[in-house]
């Protein structure tokens, strides 16, 4: 995070120079991309802008037209505006409120994200609905299965729900309507689920996280536990399972898997709890997880 002075104000408006601005232009858009488990491959494919602009893009050596911006923004299923200005916004006291935002670091948001959910989001109906959220290979599945047993309440996994919706697999959904798509599935399908199920484990997809209405509507309505692993874990355990295809579609093995894991640690963070899964037997971590869960259910 950027130091400033007690005193000194939160500057208003950018006053950035041209260089220092699509460094940070390169920045917001590896990071958006890395928070939706998008590999540059996937994203040049879905935007139509070549993987080689891309890459001069996010080292900040691009200086794109609106029409490019446009097609990347659209592709992560993003305004234009939330891409090229952090501070955009029409109403001068969201601009304010942005602009105090930004120098936080991913830790500090997530804390200014529940004190303002404690004070403008109303009560929260969580009912006993306990929602597992992690990187592939955390365990959301396998532990989530497990523990539904335990408590005798029903498990939904969200990704098999928006697959009988869709009516083909996630990796056809992904490959024929595209990522946009995909998230607006899962928000569907998830306050469906919210509302047809009072008590239940509920197993959500590593990018649940990616879009921030559909993760704040799971924060809100459901006990959400952040199953943790090492990187290094989380990969072996998906390569373990035959998967090939580690983060969705993503094949671009460790360094893509730590930055994933980097960009959305802060987000998986706001879950109300966590368990840490690293260097633990299936059983241990059962147990840690069980007692977890009837602490926040009650
Ligand atoms: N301590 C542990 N916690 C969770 N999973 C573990 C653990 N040790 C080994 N595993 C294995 O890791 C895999 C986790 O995969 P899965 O449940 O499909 O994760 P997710 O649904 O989060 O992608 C399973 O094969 C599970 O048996
Ligand atoms: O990490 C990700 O971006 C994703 C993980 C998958 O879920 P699992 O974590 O259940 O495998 C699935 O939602 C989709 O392919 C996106
Ligand atoms: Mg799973």
Not at 98 to 120: I, K, T, Y
Not at 237 to 253: I, L, S
Request: proline content about 4%; charged content about 25%; aromatic content about 4%.
């Amino acid at each position: 995070m950027r130091q400033r002075t007690q005193n000194e104000a939160p500057p208003r408006r950018s006053t950035l120079g041209i260089e220092d601005y699509l460094a940070r232009l390169g920045d917001r858009v590896r990071a958006a991309r890395a928070r939706r488990g998008m590999s540059r491959k996937i994203l040049a494919r879905d935007s139509g802008v070549s993987e080689r602009y891309l890459a001069q893009l996010e080292s900040g050596r691009g200086n794109p037209s609106v029409a490019v911006l446009h097609q990347i923004a659209d592709a992560m299923d993003m305004s234009v505006m939330e891409l090229a200005d952090p501070h955009g916004g029409t109403d001068p006291a969201l601009a304010e409120i942005l602009s105090l935002l930004s120098p936080l670091d991913g830790g500090e948001l997530a804390e200014a994200a529940r004190l303002l959910e404690q004070r403008f989001a109303g009560s929260s109906t969580r009912g006993n609905r306990i929602a597992l959220i992690g990187l592939r290979g955390a365990g959301k599945t396998t532990l989530g299965r497990a523990l539904a047993e335990k408590l005798g309440v029903p498990f939904i996994e969200l990704n098999r729900v928006i697959e009988q919706d869709y009516g083909a697999s996630i990796g056809e959904l992904l490959s024929l309507s595209g990522q946009p798509a995909f998230r607006r599935y899962e928000n569907r399908c998830l306050n469906q689920i919210l509302t047809d199920y009072e008590e239940a484990v509920i197993s959500t997809g590593g990018g649940i996280v990616a879009n921030p209405e559909t993760y704040t509507m799971l924060l809100r309505r459901a006990h959400t536990i952040w199953l943790q692993a090492s990187p290094e874990e989380h990969m072996q355990r998906v390569v373990e399972q035959g998967d090939m295809r580690p983060m969705e579609q993503n094949r671009e093995a460790m360094t893509d898997l730590r930055a994933i894991l980097e960009a959305r640690a802060p987000l998986y963070d706001r879950a109300e709890a966590n368990v840490d899964t690293a260097g633990e037997t299936l059983e241990t971590s059962l147990t840690k997880l069980t007692e977890t869960a009837r602490g926040l259910i009650g």
